[in-house]
């Protein structure tokens, strides 16, 4: 059964999202980026990579979601807020297409509607532009997304309005 939740941030469940990640980028398709892009995109998980995302500076501003599966991480989900922007929404490649991804996405999207945003924008990869397409995002151009190790990767700059009642429109506030 697929649950989604807060995550806890235990070390555990920190090596469960990015062993996620890395399955993610490194999987299939890998060719929309070459090897090196792949490489500073998703390095490989270990103690210092785990360290890291336990005490990344932006942390507080970030509201991680996970997708669990007999208590084993399967998917993770990233947004902020307090700038509309969804940082990432990843799933094992293994469990592609059946529908862990739009479950986590609804997630994400229920989350920052209830903290009042209006819209959601991100950075998606090459190969994630159909996912979010299928979701409802629009295209708006490609772009280019700098990575942790100073190499930048293509990416398709993507957006989505979503219908809030909690808007600040709505309620008469302006932004």
Known sequence: MLIIRKALTTEEEIKGILDVHYAAVHGEPVDYYEEEILDDWSPPVDEQRIA???HRPQKDD????VATMDNGVVGFGIVV???SE?????VL???GRQGIGRALLGELERTVQQAGCDWL???ASMNAEAFYLA???VAD?????PLPGGHEMSCVRMYKFLDNENSKWTRGVLP
């Open 81 to 83: 807020p307090r700038l």
């Open 141 to 145: 151009g490609l772009g280019r997304q």
């Open 135 to 137: 979701n409802g995002f």
């Open 52 to 54: 890291n995302f336990l």
């Open 93 to 95: 490649p293994r469990l």
């Open 121 to 123: 924008n991100l950075n």
């Open 86 to 90: 969804l940082r990432a929404c990843y």
């Open 62 to 65: 970030e509201v991680l979601r």
